[in-house]
């Protein structure tokens, strides 16, 4: 196998087969980076992982939720939350007025609400039927509030439906105790049997008996809402940001979740300050659905019939468009994050049969938006390289037809500036703890309340522990500011995940590569390359003009190359993700010159070099990723006239687990690419026909290795000739295109590992059984 120069001869050579402790609060300093730096450091979705994918139990679902949220959220006064993120009061509401009618009329009596027992953690009764009274209360506090204001407008209602399965077109099981709902829906639970929607319920409520030091009790509790709030944001596009509310014992404590932010207020005895009770119910009961967490530029379509789904009018600039198809979404599982939707639509006004792909995504404060990226990259290439080489570059990059930062207003649409109201999160902070509840076994310490425990005090210390930012064992968490964008682009095409025909793959990974060439040249590096944002477009397909050719899109993190400036933070998706790239750090530098070591002035100084030059990105990193997109395709696919027997597919998918785990980084991803000799089908488990594919693969990664070796051989200066490896894989690539047994190979999916129950009720595809769904179509 050769694998230097441009010359390339391929040859396959087959080979034999071979628990929770509680600490007492302290004080953090919560990092806060408001504006956000550039960056956003890498980090591996919890709730990408095989156990959350598939489902399981709720409580192993809810286990990774707390994974994401890094096991903690932080803890703000009691007066910020309520100047930052409650709603606010309606004009003419006197707080305190209302609870003295509330005590003259006999609601509160005794310092405490006559329609609740006074310690419910002494009651012997079920929790649901203790805190029962909360609807009766909440009724008092809106009567008073419009006698006293008469002109206010009643927007929500709190409605208790404990033991109920809230409902959605997915697999929700969320069953929160009780929720604010608008008066219409409230109606309508009131009729026996009926159960509450997931897109008409929020600020969510659960009920426990014990007080907060009730580690076991805690731990649940806590659990149950998180894991409600997260559903909320997952399921429903429309929710820019989600409200919750526990209540244990006398103790309520406020939740607040967005896109750039999760977090819980200190809690208050809604007993004896009966005043903070009336101010949040009021604030929740007049809120406008804006300030409630919905999206005033997005509408729902409500389906027909029980078998139709759910449709969307969304606005981008003065556009409607109307979602026909949800192309991407599991990026919004995430309760904080990007929170990436993708939908096939077509213009409200435009004709019948046009169609359109829209991106929703939460950007980093002060990052570009897509469009101005591709703007900048494609002037570069045409002032560094000619404008023959920007109309390749053009030509094989998605086409954006409108975009938008989202405004609320006149105000953009941001987690910080518009939803936190301009607040700044306060700089010491305590972390609550996030523990999921063990199962039967587990030895967690609790504290018993009893009449001879003087427990009445509520707070007997909160379940928390802290971490500062930064410690090795745990990130803390951070608050991040974030705007809401939209693009929409021209062309419908479908990802790598999705596209069946290998000879359409490989002319979309050379194409993409070849705009890579001039991109790199222009000493650009995208950064993000994975199977989801390279696409095969077939024009007749969608019934346009033009040839059919391979796109690439998501240039979110792509950025002018400045190599050895500073320690540069890592992004990409982890599955197509080069190796130096998980590591943060160079793995191909060669051995020491011998030479070096007969002079120990000349080592040293050769020493001193390499220790102080910092990790960068490269294009030889992007070009990785090409071949890391080939290498998965061919590990989660079959021929699908040849499919593999049982055995072998598990095998291979075995293989596959290993390699693609995100809780191993690295795990000897280098090794398998330096072992380019050892890439067979043998080694693969794949069929016989594949036999050429994997030579392909062997001859991309042999020159990969050396052009890594060459660069970092010296790496005080910059070989830019090291990474014109571009026309050999470009090369290689066609060469598997005009090979009859290649380019007649149908992929067909071997396992449904990632697969998401979800993609089953929304794709008419007849070929669901791949778990190469996790990306959709299109970006």
Not at 134 to 147: C, K, P, S
Not at 299 to 319: A, N
Not at 353 to 374: A, P
Request: net charge negative; proline share 4%; aromatic share 10%.
């Amino acid at each position: 196998m050769s694998a230097s120069g441009h010359g390339i001869a391929i040859q396959a050579t087959p080979k034999s087969t071979q628990s929770a402790t509680t600490t007492l609060p302290t004080t953090t300093t919560l990092p806060t980076t408001n504006p956000l730096s550039k960056e956003s450091p890498l980090r591996f979705r919890a709730l990408d992982s095989v156990k959350y994918r598939l489902g399981g139990t709720t409580n192993t679902r809810r286990n990774v939720v707390m994974s994401e949220l890094r096991e903690q959220v932080p803890e703000v006064p009691l007066d910020w939350y309520f100047e930052h993120l409650l709603p606010p009061l309606p004009a003419g509401i006197d707080t305190k007025e209302i609870v003295a009618s509330l005590e003259e009329s006999g609601v509160i009596t005794n310092n405490r609400w006559a329609a609740l027992v006074e310690h419910p953690r002494l009651d012997k009764r079920h929790e649901d039927e203790v805190y029962a009274g909360l609807e009766e209360i909440f009724e008092h506090i809106i009567n008073a509030a419009t006698t006293q204001n008469p002109n206010l407008q009643q927007q929500f209602a709190l409605k208790l439906t404990p033991g109920v399965e809230a409902t959605s077109e997915r697999d929700s099981t969320t069953k929160p105790d009780g929720h604010f709902t608008s008066l219409e829906e409230a109606a309508r639970l009131a009729h026996a049997g009926s159960k509450p929607s997931v897109y008409n319920v929020w600020d969510s409520h659960e009920f426990k008996k014990d007080n907060e030091g009730v580690t076991r009790a805690m731990d649940k509790c806590v659990s149950q809402l998180v894991y409600d709030m997260q559903q909320i944001m997952a399921l429903d596009p429309c929710r820019r940001f989600t409200f919750g509310t526990s209540i244990m014992n006398r103790s309520f404590r406020l939740w607040f979740c967005s896109r750039g932010a999760f977090l819980t207020a200190k809690p208050f005895d809604f007993m004896s300050e009966p005043e903070k009770l009336v101010h949040v119910f009021i604030s929740f009961a007049f809120a406008s659905r804006t300030d409630a967490g919905w999206d005033p530029s997005m509408t729902c379509i409500l389906p027909i019939s029980p078998t139709d789904k759910r449709q969307y009018k969304i606005r981008v600039r003065d556009k409607t468009y109307i979602t026909t198809k949800i192309l991407s979404d599991y990026a919004a599982d995430s309760p904080i994050g990007r929170a990436t939707r993708v939908w096939l639509v077509k213009d409200e006004d435009g004709l019948s049969d046009s169609r359109y792909v829209l991106k929703d995504v939460w950007v980093d404060s002060e990052r570009q938006t897509e469009d101005e990226i591709r703007s900048a990259l494609l002037k570069d290439v045409d002032e560094k390289c000619g404008s023959d080489a920007r109309a390749i570059v053009e030509r094989h990059l998605l086409t954006p037809v409108a975009s938008e930062k989202l405004h609320v207003g006149t105000i953009i649409d941001d987690t910080t500036q518009l939803i936190m109201r301009g607040g700044s999160i306060p700089k010491n902070l305590d972390h609550l703890k996030l523990v999921v509840p063990q199962l039967s076994g587990s030895s967690t310490r609790s504290q018993v309340s009893t009449t001879e425990n003087p427990a009445d005090a509520v707070f007997s210390g909160t379940r928390a522990r802290y971490l500062r930012y930064g410690d090795t064992a745990r990130h803390a968490p951070r608050v991040t500011s974030r705007f809401h964008y939209r693009i929409v682009f021209l062309e419908c095409a479908t990802t790598m995940y999705d596209e069946k025909h290998f000879g359409n793959i490989l002319d979309a990974l050379a194409d993409v590569t070849e705009a890579l060439r001039w991109i790199h040249k222009s000493h650009w590096v995208h950064r993000d390359i994975s199977g989801g944002n390279v696409y095969w477009y077939d024009c007749k397909a969608q019934g346009s003009e033009g040839e059919n050719r391979g796109l690439l899109g998501d240039l979110e993190f792509a950025k002018v190359r400045k190599p050895g400036s500073t320690h540069e933070v890592r992004t990409g998706t982890f599955n197509f993700m080069a190796s130096e790239v998980i590591a943060g750090r160079y793995l191909f530098r060669p051995a020491f010159n011998l030479d070096l070591f007969k002079n120990p002035t000349q080592f040293l100084a050769a020493d001193r070099i390499r220790a102080r030059l910092p990790f960068a990105f490269n294009p030889l990193h992007d070009m990785e990723s090409i071949w890391w997109i080939f290498i998965y395709l061919l590990y989660f696919n079959d021929d699908k006239q040849k499919v593999a027997d049982a055995d072998l597919a598990d095998a291979r998918a075995s293989n596959a687990l290993a390699l693609f785990n995100q809780d191993g980084l690295t795990l000897d991803r280098q090794q398998f690419l330096r072992d380019y000799q050892e890439l067979t089908v043998e080694e693969f488990r794949l069929p016989p026909s594949f036999q050429f594919v994997i030579a392909i693969a062997g001859a991309i990664a042999a020159r990969l290795h050396v052009a890594y070796c060459v660069y970092e051989a010296d790496l005080s200066t910059v070989d830019e000739e090291s990474f014109g490896i571009h026309e050999y894989v470009i090369e290689a690539l066609r060469l598997g295109r005009t090979n009859p047994q290649v380019n007649s190979i149908e992929f067909v999916g071997v396992t449904r590992m990632q697969k998401r129950k979800i993609d089953e009720a929304e794709s008419c595809r007849d070929d669901e059984t791949s778990n190469n769904k996790k990306a959709r179509r299109n970006v």
